[in-house]
């Protein structure tokens, strides 16, 4: 299935398509395009959005992106949880301090986007970050 969202992928774009990827559809593609053109690329193609304005799996109600995408497919692992609180904090500027390791993970996030601008060759080096803060997460929740 393809999913859509903006260009210049930062935190939540790369924590979702990580997400979907490992927990949702393991056959995903993505695309990426100005934030202008998701609705009608994402009509045109049949792709699902995310992480843009006025889409279901955008921020809502405090949430961000990778909050609304667990809770729309029903994702409840503990390590998942623990990570989301990362995210949101990493993710939405007034949160940032909220969670101890947010600001690091926004510190990478730049790095990444500095090293590597293309936002497939992003996600495809990034998502060694996530795979290894997914398993930092399930250590800290088994450790209660």
């Known amino acids: 299935m393809e999913w859509i969202t903006r260009s210049h992928v930062h935190v939540d774009r790369v924590a979702c398509p990580w997400l979907i990827s490992r927990f949702v559809d393991n056959t995903a593609e993505f695309l990426f395009v100005p934030a202008n053109q998701v609705k009608k690329v ?18 809502h109600d405090g949430r961000c992106s ?52 293309d936002d497939e060759e992003n996600l495809a080096n990034q998502f060694e970050v996530y795979d290894a803060l997914y398993a930092w997460c399930s250590l800290q929740v088994a450790k209660g």
């Open 42 to 59: 994402a009509a045109d193609t049949g792709a699902i959005p995310f992480d843009a304005p006025d889409v279901e799996l955008g921020h």
């Open 66 to 117: 990778f909050e609304s995408i667990m809770l729309k497919y029903e994702l409840k692992n503990p390590a998942l949880v623990r990570m989301a609180k990362i995210v949101h904090s990493a993710d939405v500027a007034p949160d940032i301090d909220k969670d101890p390791i947010a600001r690091g993970l926004e510190a990478i996030a730049v790095g990444y986007s500095l090293r590597f601008p």
